[in-house]
């Protein structure tokens, strides 16, 4: 059984297409139903804000591969000079059940969540063929920082300006100075949303605040799921997009509180296979803000943690475990 972490993921120069590429195959799994995924159940104790939750699923294709990610987050450690989130990847043959591998490193997840934004970004510049892009993200963490580095990657020359918002400052030692000339440091989050042809919450707010309404044709991807105000409804009726309505229609999630507060339903959304399978994005009008909800899904972390794992089963530096 091979062992990965945090050093052996830095040792590949992410090929985002690439990773994309997974994501979109993935897609195709759920697609063709040569997949499986149980609703992941959320452990809590003592302080409920924290949860670790099981993420279980089979993905078949080219992927082939079953296992299960053990992910727990407590937003209450980079107080503690923690990381946030802490995760476990357990890769199992899809024939055998045999484990393959255990991937130890919350990166995986942010990789993950990147590369599935990204695929939607990929379809709704194909839709809008939008020549400069003006990105938002308000929330810098490590699921902001690796947004940044795939919207960079995918978006190429198209990428324009880049407005950062966070709570606390900045670093941007990490980035060429050809990136940093594109950036502007947002005082408020209102100015990293205004102008944003593409916005993207990567936050762990406690509390939604986002109530103004977007810019006209622009592309939202509420990753971090509970930052809009119930009235954002109003502006995106038509043109919200979930990875799957089951998963992200409970735990206080904006989907949930619009379903509860403002009778959204599943019939009014489209699904992430509608992304791809449907082209749902090029058949909104052009001037209507589309929103992406994506709670995460396992069968990405799988597939994205085979891509890995066959990516490193070739530079023989990884660790054997009996």
Same mark, same amino acid.
């Given at each position: 059984?091979?062992?990965?972490n945090e050093n052996h993921l830095k040792e590949i120069v992410l090929d985002w297409p690439e990773a994309v590429g997974v994501i979109t195959d993935t897609v195709g799994c759920l697609f063709t139903n040569e997949y499986a995924q149980p609703i992941k159940p959320y452990l809590r104790y003592k302080d409920m804000k924290n949860r670790i939750i099981a993420m279980p699923a089979y993905v078949g294709g080219t992927c082939n591969m079953s296992g299960i990610k053990w992910i727990a987050s407590f937003p209450d450690n980079i107080n503690k000079g923690l990381s ?5 990847? +357990? ?6 059940? *045999? ?6 490193? &919350? ?12 695929? =939607? ?13 003006? @990105? #938002?993200?308000? #929330?810098?963490?490590? +699921? #902001? ?6 919207? =960079?990657? +995918? ?6 300006? +880049?407005? @950062? ?9 990490? @980035? ?7 950036? /502007? $440091? ?5 100015? &990293? ?6 916005? $993207?919450? %990567? ?6 605040? $986002?109530?103004?309404?977007? *810019? ?32 992200? %229609? ?21 699904? $992430? ?24 899904? &396992? ?11 066959? *990516?490193?089963? /070739? ?8």
């Amino acid at each position: 059984m091979k062992y990965l972490n945090e050093n052996h993921l830095k040792e590949i120069v992410l090929d985002w297409p690439e990773a994309v590429g997974v994501i979109t195959d993935t897609v195709g799994c759920l697609f063709t139903n040569e997949y499986a995924q149980p609703i992941k159940p959320y452990l809590r104790y003592k302080d409920m804000k924290n949860r670790i939750i099981a993420m279980p699923a089979y993905v078949g294709g080219t992927c082939n591969m079953s296992g299960i990610k053990w992910i727990a987050s407590f937003p209450d450690n980079i107080n503690k000079g923690l990381s946030r989130a802490h995760s476990v990847v +357990i890769l199992n043959n899809a024939d055998t059940g *045999k484990p393959e591998a255990v991937i130890n490193t &919350a990166l995986l997840s942010a990789i993950r969540t990147a590369a599935v934004s990204g695929m =939607v970004i990929q379809r709704f510049m194909d839709a809008r063929n939008p020549e400069k892009i003006t @990105l #938002g993200i308000s #929330g810098f963490g490590p +699921i #902001g920082r690796y947004h940044l580095k795939m919207c =960079v990657d +995918i978006l190429g020359e198209n990428l324009a300006k +880049i407005v @950062l918002y966070d709570l606390k400052e900045i670093d941007l030692s990490e @980035l060429s100075p050809d990136i940093i000339a594109k950036i /502007q $440091i947002a005082g408020s989050w209102m100015e &990293a949303y205004d102008s944003a042809d593409i916005f $993207i919450t %990567c936050t762990v707010s406690k509390r939604p605040y $986002i109530d103004r309404r977007p *810019k006209s044709g622009s592309l939202h991807l509420n990753v971090s799921l509970r930052d809009y105000m119930p009235v954002a409804f109003d502006w995106f009726r038509g043109a919200i997009i979930v990875d799957n309505w089951e998963e992200v %229609c409970r735990e206080q999630t904006d989907i949930e509180v619009m379903h509860k507060e403002r009778s959204l339903q599943q019939a009014d959304t489209q699904s $992430i296979i509608n992304v791809v399978y449907g082209d749902c994005i090029a058949r909104y009008p052009p001037d209507v803000p589309v929103m992406f909800n994506p709670m995460g899904m &396992a069968v990405f972390d799988i597939a994205i943690g085979t891509y890995f794992l066959h *990516k490193l089963s /070739q530079t023989n530096h990884l660790i054997e475990l009996d």
